[in-house]
């Protein structure tokens, strides 16, 4: 069997990542993750915090994580990849997005990630 290699550009709908900004910890929001929250291929709210729904919205407008996409961590343990499986109630900060086409496509690529080969 042959491998066909393409880039992430061309099998993801799009290559991204979350805001570079700080925006400010409030009371009362939406989550805002960073890669420490990306354990073991899931992601872990425990100590994350709420951020504005402004700041989120912002965020969102560039790097809106959906369905089906997957997260890879860029800081700290850079690499560790999560398969958004459930709607996300969060945005993202320092946080490589790869946007995928369909759930077939994210789960392919989280696999991929995880394999020796990646």
Known sequence: MMWTEVTANNFCASVRDGTHDSPKPVEKGRYLITSRHIIGGKIDLSNAY????DDFDAINKRSKVDRWDVLISMIGTVGEPCLVKDEPEFAIKNIG?????NELDGRWL?????????
Request: positive net charge; aromatic residues 22%; without cysteine.
């Open 50 to 53: 709420l951020i504005s729904n």
């Open 97 to 101: 997005l790869f946007k995928t086409k």
């Open 110 to 118: 989280y696999y991929y990630l995880t394999s020796p080969r990646a």
